[in-house]
């Protein structure tokens, strides 16, 4: 007697292995308000505006959880108030940035990113984030591993990774941070996730190439930026990574 055939409709299906495109975005440059001259933020802004870019940089620090201080809320309001169009992107480096949300989202932050080092309710603050309708990042200092925020990746718009120790501009990159990057980089593509990845510290025209190449498509230049004696050139070999 021959061997019983089962019909293709009625085996289990064929199970193919699916290679997800990595996840890519544009670059961009988002030059950082630090680097700028502080008697004309204003000006430094403008500047910004007038190269046809689209973010500005504001790192907020309170003293404590970084050695510094800068800017406020209502820096971010008179930037407004002056008539900047562009997407702020506020770093909270503080050590209590729940209690700060609400204030620099009614200044015109149009995307907030706090650290995850400090002890509070990250989701918390990443839910209220974006119930005032801002984006929601998080952010990693060098010696924090990308699995401190594993858990959150589904909430947040966007995943900042500190190339160097967070505080004072004009510090050397951190070639160590490469793997990170791909580790975050890996997790979006396999999850298939949106968030952009962002890096801040040291950054030029030298290890940008090596950031992008790690999966990064936002990238933080403070002081190599604002020095630049060619500003649009600067600006569009960011805009060809």
Same mark, same amino acid.
């Given at each position: 007697?021959?061997?019983?055939?089962?019909?293709?409709?009625?085996?289990a299906?064929?199970?193919?292995?699916?290679?997800?495109?990595?996840?890519t975005?544009?670059?961009?440059?988002?030059?950082?308000?630090?680097?700028?001259?502080?008697?004309?933020?204003?000006?430094s802004?403008?500047?910004?505006?007038?190269?046809?870019?689209?973010?500005?940089?504001?790192?907020?620090?309170?003293?404590?959880?970084?050695?510094n201080?800068?800017f406020?809320?209502?820096?971010?309001?008179?930037l407004?108030r002056?008539?900047? =169009?562009?997407f702020f992107?506020?770093?909270?480096?503080?050590?209590?940035?729940q209690?700060?949300?609400?204030?620099?989202?009614?200044?015109?932050?149009?995307?907030?990113?706090?650290?995850i080092?400090?002890?509070?309710?990250?989701?918390?603050?990443?839910?209220?984030?974006?119930?005032?309708g801002?984006?929601?990042?998080?952010?990693?200092?060098?010696?924090?591993?990308?699995?401190?925020?594993?858990?959150?990746?589904?909430?947040v718009?966007?995943?900042?990774?500190?190339?160097?120790?967070?505080?004072?501009g004009?510090?050397?990159f951190?070639?160590?941070?490469?793997?990170?990057?791909?580790?975050?980089?890996?997790?979006?593509?396999?999850?298939?996730?949106?968030f952009?990845?962002?890096?801040d510290g040291?950054i030029?025209?030298?290890?940008?190439?090596?950031?992008?190449?790690?999966g990064?498509?936002?990238?933080?230049?403070g002081?190599?930026?604002?020095?630049?004696?060619? =500003?649009?050139a600067?600006?569009a070999?960011?805009?060809?990574?």
């Amino acid at each position: 007697m021959p061997p019983r055939v089962t019909p293709r409709s009625r085996l289990a299906p064929r199970l193919i292995p699916v290679s997800l495109p990595p996840v890519t975005h544009a670059p961009i440059l988002a030059p950082s308000l630090l680097a700028g001259d502080h008697a004309h933020l204003a000006s430094s802004s403008a500047m910004v505006e007038h190269l046809g870019l689209s973010w500005l940089h504001v790192d907020i620090m309170d003293g404590h959880f970084v050695p510094n201080l800068t800017f406020g809320s209502e820096t971010v309001a008179a930037l407004r108030r002056h008539g900047s =169009k562009l997407f702020f992107d506020t770093h909270l480096m503080l050590s209590e940035p729940q209690h700060y949300i609400e204030a620099f989202a009614r200044a015109g932050s149009d995307q907030i990113s706090i650290h995850i080092e400090p002890a509070y309710d990250h989701a918390a603050a990443l839910t209220r984030i974006r119930s005032l309708g801002s984006k929601a990042g998080l952010v990693l200092n060098p010696d924090t591993p990308a699995s401190a925020i594993e858990p959150f990746l589904e909430q947040v718009d966007l995943v900042l990774v500190m190339t160097v120790q967070p505080g004072f501009g004009g510090q050397p990159f951190r070639t160590d941070m490469l793997a990170k990057l791909t580790q975050l980089s890996t997790w979006r593509r396999e999850r298939n996730l949106s968030f952009r990845l962002e890096v801040d510290g040291g950054i030029d025209l030298t290890n940008a190439p090596l950031c992008r190449a790690a999966g990064a498509d936002t990238f933080v230049a403070g002081t190599s930026f604002f020095k630049a004696a060619d =500003k649009p050139a600067f600006a569009a070999t960011f805009a060809r990574l």
